[in-house]
């Protein structure tokens, strides 16, 4: 069967989504509520082999200049000293990086930008979506693929949402030409994490502006999670003008003495190679969630992406989430042979317990940090105790984790082009 899908959402995993159903031979059109492309997110994105088979499986050659290797893990005392070292290959590409290549390989108009979803109407042959500009679609399928404040689950799930894990990430990047020469050929090759008491920092080179990985040219990213209570997190989502920002306050809008706080802890805690680092960008932060939808195909309705299964970014496995999602739904439909939502049911069968098995996994891997906000007198041994060479370990296994949990769920994705 071949039929028409209208994705909702137009960041990664609704453009992976798009090109899969493409390549099973549907039309797929993608609808964006922003009204300009979404290119200036620029921040670091880890990467894993299913994410980068199915790219390949959507047209997309992952070459060394979509990413960045580093080869050694360290974790950085207060100091600026290594205390603990792994070998370790991973690649680190860059939001916009994948983006870019995404939204170019799509046919002109294949994604509609300045289209906000507000409604979804559904019969037993398909569904429609009602836009903010008084328009309407009509598919055999809409995939809600609307991100963690998803309007798509709002409407088949409004009891579901997203949980505070109880910390945030502030994230920053700065260009290598702004880096002092000396610190960046200290770290350039290192996967570098800071573990302040009951906190954790990452940093790692990714791609630069215009998504450039050539000497010279690429970016030092840095992640730092630190707990935070819900009266703090009330006060730093709240702007210069006393508004508060529930769903997160814009970068630009971060008030001047929060950003003041954060270099001076930053100075205080973190590796002084970093910090000198830090205390030269912008940052911002983002609050940490976790969330898990109980059903994810509702007829000819389903969620895909950060949509149905929000994970803390320890895995760095998001994406790669959404695009097993994708692979998963092209491939259940592709073998249903014309009986669609046969193929949904088998794509609800598999993404289900995938999606909860990776919240899981995420959420124990952030425990110590969640548990920082308990009173020390009821946290467990490891809840008060961090093995730096555990912090490490887990990172440098990741592929390994991510490949297990794939093979556990049967998620048996076609890398290449079925
Ligand atoms: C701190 C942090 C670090 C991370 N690091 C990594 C990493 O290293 N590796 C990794 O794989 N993942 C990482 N992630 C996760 C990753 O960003 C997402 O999981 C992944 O990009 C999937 O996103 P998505 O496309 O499903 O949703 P989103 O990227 O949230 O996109 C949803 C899109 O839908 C649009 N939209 C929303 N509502 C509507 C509507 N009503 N109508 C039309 N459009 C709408 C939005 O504008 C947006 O463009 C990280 C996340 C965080 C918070």
């Excluded at 050659?61 to 991973?90: K, N, Q």
């Excluded at 289209?115 to 809409?142: C, I, M, N, P, Y």
């Excluded at 002092?180 to 954790?200: H, I, S, T, V």
């Excluded at 209570?229 to 920002?245: F, M, Q």
Aim: proline share 5%; charged share 25%.
């Amino acid at each position: 069967m071949t039929g028409r899908a209208l994705v909702i959402g137009g960041s990664l995993g609704g453009l992976i989504a798009a090109h899969l159903l493409r390549s099973i031979g549907w039309d797929a059109l993608v609808f964006e509520r922003n009204d300009e492309e979404l290119a200036s997110r620029g921040v670091g994105l880890g990467t894993h082999p299913q994410l980068i088979g199915v790219l390949q499986r959507a047209g997309i050659a992952f070459d060394e200049s979509m990413g960045i290797a580093p080869t050694r893990a360290v974790c950085l005392d207060g100091d600026g000293r290594i205390i603990v070292e792994r070998p370790m290959t991973r690649t680190l590409s860059g939001w916009s990086r994948l983006y870019r290549a995404l939204l170019d390989a799509l046919p002109a108009g294949g994604c509609r930008l300045g289209k906000r979803l507000v409604h979804v109407d559904q019969d037993a042959a398909g569904a429609t979506g009602h836009f903010a500009d008084g328009t309407s679609e009509r598919g055999d399928l809409l995939v809600g693929a609307d991100g963690i404040r998803s309007t798509v689950r709002a409407q088949f799930l409004p009891d579901v949402e997203p949980r505070y894990a109880g910390y945030v990430a502030w994230r920053a990047s700065l260009d290598e030409a702004d880096v002092p020469a000396d610190l960046w050929r200290e770290l350039a090759d290192l996967y570098a994490f800071c573990l302040p008491k009951g906190e954790q920092l990452v940093s790692y080179v990714v791609p630069g502006r215009d998504n450039d990985t050539a000497v010279g040219r690429r970016a030092y990213n840095i992640v730092w999670y630190r707990p935070v209570d819900r009266d703090t997190l009330t006060d730093i989502c709240t702007d210069a003008k006393g508004r508060h920002h529930a769903a997160g306050i814009p970068p630009p809008l971060i008030r001047p003495d929060v950003i003041a706080r954060i270099k001076a802890d930053a100075r205080a805690l973190i590796a002084p190679q970093v910090a000198e680092i830090f205390a030269r960008t912008a940052p911002f932060f983002q609050p940490i969630y976790d969330l898990a939808s109980p059903r994810i195909v509702f007829g000819r309705v389903i969620l895909a992406g950060d949509a149905a299964f929000v994970a803390r970014p320890h895995a760095g496995a998001g994406t790669t989430k959404a695009a097993l999602d994708a692979a998963c739904l092209a491939d259940s439909i592709r073998e249903a042979r014309g009986d669609l939502d046969r193929g949904l049911e088998r794509y609800q069968r598999t993404q289900l317990p995938f999606g909860r098995a990776l919240v899981e996994f995420n959420r124990a891997e952030g425990a110590y940090l969640s548990a920082q906000l308990k009173p020390e007198a009821e946290r467990t041994a490891e809840e008060l105790h961090r093995d730096a060479g555990a912090v490490l370990n887990a990172h440098v296994d990741r592929s390994d984790q991510i490949g297990a949990m794939v093979t556990a769920h049967g998620l048996d994705i076609h890398v290449h082009s079925p």
